[in-house]
Nanobody, 128 residues
Framework: EVQLVESGGGTVQAGGSLKLSCEAS????????IGWFRQAPRQDREGVSY????????YYADSVKGRFTISSDNAKNTVYLQMNSLKPEDTGVYYC?????????????????????WGQGTQVTVSS
């Protein structure tokens, strides 16, 4: 069974940092890409960052470039999102997702990948 479990969310003041984790299981981690998405209240879900586990390629949305860093620990089947210099507009539920074909639920593209296997999400709240 495919599982993606996010952790590390919380409440921080603007300028603070959080590190999110996404632990994956049930598929061949090294063959896929893992993406981070976020959704604020009353807004569409947006892609934040992804990493191609098989070639290390990464992508960042312009809104987080220079502040967020995505990385992976392949031995632990885990992807991290280090978030620094957080802003109130970074507030939202953060989801990790895998590009497992075929996409399962609510597929959403980011770069060349379509992500359709989702975790349950973790809340990030940045206060001003």
């Amino acid at each position: 069974e495919v599982q993606l479990v996010e952790s590390g969310g919380g409440t921080v003041q603007a300028g603070g940092s959080l590190k999110l984790s996404c632990e994956a299981s049930g598929f061949t981690f090294d063959d896929h890409a893992i993406g981070w998405f976020r959704q604020a209240p009353r807004q569409d879900r947006e892609g934040v960052s992804y990493i191609s586990i098989f070639d290390g390629d990464t992508y960042y949305a312009d809104s987080v470039k220079g502040r967020f860093t995505i990385s992976s620990d392949n031995a632990k089947n885990t992807v991290y999102l280090q978030m620094n210099s957080l802003k109130p507009e970074d507030t939202g539920v953060y989801y990790c997702a895998a590009n497992l074909p075929p996409p399962r639920f609510l597929p959403q593209a980011m770069g060349p990948f379509v992500f359709g296997s989702w975790g349950q999400g973790t809340q990030v709240t940045v206060s001003s």
